[in-house]
Nanobody, 115 residues
């Protein structure tokens, strides 16, 4: 069974940084588009960042210049480096792996930005 396990969330002050990790198992990781989504209370889940199998990236406008997505195919892990965090970045962050009709999600990790 495919598993995606997120880690690295927590409580951070505004302006701080966090690095999220998502480790995958039982998939050919290098063939999947990997993405990070987030869902804040009372809001729809939204795409934060994605990285293609070739390493191309795209970001939500709200995080451009602050967040960086990267992947390590050897470790089957995708990362999200989050800098200059704002209170509006508070959400549960989910890892997603997608390929053709296949779509897998992690259980999510809470990120709270507050003083």
């Amino acid at each position: 069974q495919v598993q995606l396990g997120e880690s690295g969330g927590g409580l951070v002050q505004p302006g701080g940084s966090l690095r999220l990790s998502c480790a995958a198992s039982k998939i050919i990781f290098s063939t999947y588009v990997m993405s990070w989504y987030r869902q804040a209370p009372g809001k729809q889940r939204e795409l934060v960042a994605a990285i293609s199998i070739g390493g191309s990236t795209n970001y939500a406008d709200s995080v451009k210049g602050r967040f960086t997505i990267s992947r390590d195919n050897a470790k089957k892990t995708v990362y999200l480096q989050m800098n200059s965090l704002k209170p509006e970045d508070t959400a549960v962050y989910y890892c997603n792996a997608a390929k053709e009709q296949l779509d897998f999600w992690g259980q999510g990790t809470q990120v709270t930005v507050s003083s």
